[in-house]
């Protein structure tokens, strides 16, 4: 047990690094370099593009259970960008359906090929199934998060704009009072930038995990007796 966590720890060390580097700039970039404005509390309204942090660390994870290799980097990444397209094509066909204040079921779109009944069925099933389905649930997640704000044309804080939220009519039901207010392409575009960032941050680590175990000390193995 003790061989096994010692194993473990340059990658776990390393993960907790590079994600403590990842958020640090994903919610910079959101909240006080790419903006629209002061709002008066020591943060600034986002702008429409803004880095999904919870999304690269799905992928991430996705990396990680897939193999935490080149092709899983790229299985993972084909995989989320076709589940985020499947969240936004249901994002646009949703409100034509359900108008305020009713709501709908949101599936997962299906994975691109079904699971194998081989012996490889869990090598399958993680490599399509898990990532399409977290690509979708990641659009989906913001889009919530964000106020839905495309069954309100004009309201949502949809305008970024600090008066806007100012305003009751116009203040949003996103996040934080209407803050994190985006329409539905903004949402798709940032959150499959974001999750693109997974596979990458995974390898990053999986290099970093090389390096932490180079650099610590190896227990001396003893000699078998003869």
């Known amino acids: 047990m003790t061989e096994r966590l010692k194993a473990a720890a340059p990658l776990a060390i390393s993960v907790g690094i590079l994600a403590a580097v990842?958020?640090?700039?994903?919610?910079?970039f959101s909240f006080h370099w790419i903006t629209e404005g002061n709002l008066g509390n020591g943060l600034a309204l986002p702008a429409n593009f803004t880095v999904v942090a919870p999304a690269a660390l799905v992928s991430w994870s996705m990396f990680l259970a897939a193999g935490a290799d080149r092709a899983a980097a790229g299985k993972?990444?084909?995989a989320s960008t076709v589940g985020a397209v499947g969240a936004f094509l249901l994002g646009l066909i949703a409100p034509k359906i359900a108008g305020?204040?009713?709501?709908?079921?949101?599936?997962?779109?299906?994975?691109s090929?079904?699971?194998?009944?081989?012996s490889q069925l869990p090598s399958a099933t993680t490599t399509t199934s898990l990532p399409s389905s977290a690509?979708?649930?990641?659009?989906?997640?913001w889009w919530i998060a964000t106020g839905l704000d495309g069954w309100a044309p004009g309201g949502g804080g949809t305008d970024n704009t600090v008066a806007a939220l100012r305003k009751p009519e116009t203040a949003g039901s996103g996040a934080f009072h209407g803050v994190l207010s985006t329409p539905l392409e903004w949402v798709f575009i940032s959150s499959a930038v974001s999750l693109l960032v997974g596979p990458v941050?995974?390898?990053a680590s999986v290099k970093l995990a090389g390096i932490l175990t180079l650099a610590m000390p190896q227990s001396a193995s003893v000699p078998a007796e003869s």
């Open 201 to 203: 941050l995974g390898l």
């Open 113 to 118: 090929s079904p699971p194998s009944r081989s």
């Open 76 to 78: 993972v990444a084909l």
């Open 135 to 141: 690509g979708s649930s990641a659009v989906m997640f």
């Open 22 to 28: 990842w958020l640090e700039i994903s919610l910079n």
């Open 100 to 111: 305020l204040p009713d709501f709908y079921t949101s599936p997962s779109p299906p994975a």
